[in-house]
């Protein structure tokens, strides 16, 4: 069975954004549930692993090259630090860096 809940918001409080988020994921875990990888996780590394399968993510990564070319799913979806949206950064990178629009 798949149940996916969402929530999206502007933070306005990092620290309590990030204990409620951690909340989640024990409460998530608690009821032998999985986040779905799309999402930002506040896991620790060998929290992450405790629920996805290290062993067999690797061996698949390994089989098909990804490991010496991208960085691993935890690398991708942990949040590490504050993260700051700007549109105003992102509009100067379009203009100065040249990036296709798609």
């Known amino acids: ?3 996916n809940v969402g929530a ?6 990092y620290n309590n954004s990030l204990t409620l988020n951690r909340k989640i994921e024990r409460k998530v875990k608690e009821l032998s549930g999985r986040k ?3 999402a ?9 692993w405790s629920i996805y399968n ?5 061996e698949i990564r390994s089989k098909f ?3 010496i070319v ?3 799913i935890y690398s991708k979806v942990v949040v590490k630090e504050r993260y700051e ?15 296709p629009i798609s």
């Open 65 to 67: 090259y990804a490991d």
């Open 40 to 48: 930002h996780t506040y896991y620790t590394e060998d929290e992450f």
């Open 54 to 58: 290290e062993k067999s993510y690797n």
């Open 36 to 38: 779905t990888l799309y």
């Open 70 to 72: 991208f960085p691993d």
């Open 1 to 3: 069975m798949l149940i």
């Open 85 to 99: 949206p700007s549109i105003s950064n992102a509009v100067k990178r379009l203009i100065f860096q040249k990036l």
């Open 8 to 13: 999206w918001t502007e933070v306005k409080d």
